[in-house]
């Protein structure tokens, strides 16, 4: 079974950076599709970053679009997020998730394996 391990979250001010690492056990067809989630507290879990493993194809939400960046190292199996310019409501639980389709990225259903989450807190 893949696993999934978040690391890097924190608590940082407005206009501050973070960059968050989810290790994968293993970089397969499983986990051909990677995506960012978050879920802030009293709200909905969302997708903000996706990528195509294997062809590194990428897209944002439109919250996060220009201000973060998803990438990551085939070697090292990781998946990375560099948080940029964050802002108050960038709080939230910052989760990875894989799965081998990707048909709609940002559907939390698209995906079997969750890693347990890393909290971003950004101050004002």
């Known amino acids: 079974q893949v696993q999934l391990v978040e690391s890097g979250g924190g608590s940082v001010q407005a206009g501050g950076s973070l960059r968050l690492s989810c290790v994968a056990s293993?970089?397969?067809?499983?986990?051909?599709?990677m995506v960012w989630f978050r879920q802030a507290p009293g709200k909905e879990r969302e997708g903000v970053a996706f990528?195509?493993?294997?062809?590194?194809?990428?897209d944002y939400s439109d919250s996060v679009k220009g201000r973060f960046t998803i990438s990551r190292d085939n070697v090292k199996r990781t998946l990375y997020l560099q948080m940029n310019s964050l802002r108050p409501e960038d709080t939230a639980i910052y989760y990875c998730?894989?799965?081998?389709?990707?048909?709609?990225?940002?559907?939390?259903?698209?995906?079997?394996?969750w890693g347990r989450g890393t909290q971003v807190t950004v101050s004002s």
């Open positions: 293993e970089f397969t067809m499983r986990t051909a599709c």
């Open positions: 998730a894989a799965g081998s389709s990707c048909r709609r990225w940002s559907a939390q259903n698209e995906y079997d394996t």
């Open positions: 990528i195509y493993t294997f062809a590194g194809a990428t």
